[in-house]
């Protein structure tokens, strides 16, 4: 368990501020419609972000459902 959260640490500290932001309103429940309009995207330009950082996590082992 110690191992996955020094995994996810090491990929959060990575991030840029903006996807960062996206992981933390997603993982408060928000949904994708509801973060584009928090930080002032398109919904389109979101599920980009959102398809890009899947990978980055997936390449990472951090892969999980709520993104």
Same mark, same amino acid.
């Given at each position: ?8 640490? &090491?990929?959060?500290?990575? /991030?840029?501020? !903006?996807? *960062?932001? $996206? ?6 429940? &928000?949904? !994708?419609?509801? $973060?584009? *309009?928090? /930080?002032?995207?398109?919904?389109? $330009? /979101? *599920? $980009?972000?959102?398809?890009? /950082? *899947? ?13």
């Amino acid at each position: 368990a110690a191992d996955f959260k020094d995994r996810v640490a &090491h990929v959060m500290a990575k /991030l840029d501020p !903006t996807d *960062r932001r $996206v992981v933390e309103l997603r993982l408060e429940g &928000h949904t !994708t419609v509801e $973060v584009a *309009r928090l /930080l002032g995207l398109q919904a389109n $330009v /979101l *599920r $980009v972000r959102l398809s890009r /950082l *899947r990978q980055r996590l997936r390449s990472s082992g951090v892969l999980t459902e709520w993104l």
